[in-house]
């Protein structure tokens, strides 16, 4: 992730092995599997992003497109989450960053597209939260890249 003139990795993500990412995004390519989603999460926030090779590459190359998942009740580390909205033009291969929020994704796998929704509890201090739909992405079947809808 880039943010400003530094950039930062994640090293229990994509960041932490780029090479087994590009052999992965190269045997993904070589395969010419159509549109890989890679479903995933333990960051405590909401992520939709295409995985790039580097941060800042055109994510319209993307092999494959990335569904995180946030925590239903860790919270994100309020310090942290300045710079990742601060860092997010500067990172076009993230659709959607969403770190102050807590829940789930919900995924509908059909033969057309993946439908995930953002499914968001409204607190997660006490009993008796509500949740809702906060965000919802597809990914076309035969098509890269998540679109929020």
């Not at 569904?67 to 309020?78: F, K, N, R, Y």
């Not at 659709?95 to 509908?108: L, S, V």
């Amino acid at each position: 992730m880039r943010h400003n003139d530094a950039l930062y990795r994640y090293l229990q993500s994509w960041d932490g092995d780029p090479a087994e990412r590009n052999r992965i995004l190269d045997q993904i390519t070589a395969a010419r599997v159509p549109n890989p989603v890679a479903l995933s999460g333990d960051i405590h926030s909401y992520m939709i992003s295409s995985v790039v090779r580097n941060g800042g590459d055109d994510p319209r190359s993307a092999p494959m497109t990335e569904l995180v998942g946030t925590s239903i009740s860790a919270q994100w580390p309020e310090p942290l989450d300045k710079p990742m909205v601060q860092g997010l033009p500067l990172n076009p291969h993230v659709i959607c960053y969403e770190g102050q929020q807590r829940g789930y994704m919900r995924c509908t796998l059909t033969r057309d597209s993946l439908l995930t929704d953002l499914r968001t509890i409204d607190f997660t201090d006490k009993p008796g939260g509500t949740v809702r739909t906060s965000k919802r992405f597809v990914v076309e079947n035969g098509k890269t890249g998540a679109q929020e809808i």
